[in-house]
């Protein structure tokens, strides 16, 4: 079962920047897709961005333009650059791993079929 670890998260001021990392517990053969998701106090957690193993990525609309989605299979580690942050994005911000390239569909789903979670990092925006 793979494991995946969050981390990079914390309280920055509107405007400002941060770059989420998590790192999965295994290597990956064949194809495979990462995605970050997030759930704010009292909301439903939503899709954030993906990526698959061919590298082809997708974001949802309210983060296109501000965050990047990457990965570093050397370092078996999943990124997430976010930049001109906003009190909206105050979440817990979560990594999924999925053997398939369903994380791009899952982005706009309950992703309840993901295989693999972490246990998320705290992201604070405040203005």
């Known amino acids: 079962q793979v494991q995946l670890e969050e981390s990079g998260g914390g309280s920055v001021e509107s405007g400002g920047s941060l770059r989420l990392s998590c790192v999965s517990s295994?290597?990956?053969?064949?194809?495979?897709?990462m995605a970050w998701f997030r759930q704010a106090p009292g909301k439903a957690r939503e899709g954030v961005a993906a990526?698959?193993?061919?590298?082809?990525?997708s974001y949802v609309d309210f983060v296109k333009g501000r965050f990047t989605i990457s990965l570093d299979n050397t370092k078996n580690t999943l990124y997430l650059q976010m930049t001109t942050l906003n009190p909206e994005d105050t979440a817990m911000y979560y990594c999924?791993?999925?053997?398939?390239?369903?994380?791009?569909?899952?982005?706009?789903?309950?992703?309840?079929?993901?295989?693999?979670w972490g246990r998320g990092t705290m992201v604070t925006v405040s203005s």
């Open positions: 999924a791993e999925d053997p398939s390239d369903s994380c791009h569909a899952e982005l706009t789903s309950d992703a309840t079929n993901l295989a693999a």
């Open positions: 295994e290597y990956t053969y064949g194809r495979y897709c």
């Open positions: 990526i698959d193993s061919d590298g082809g990525t």
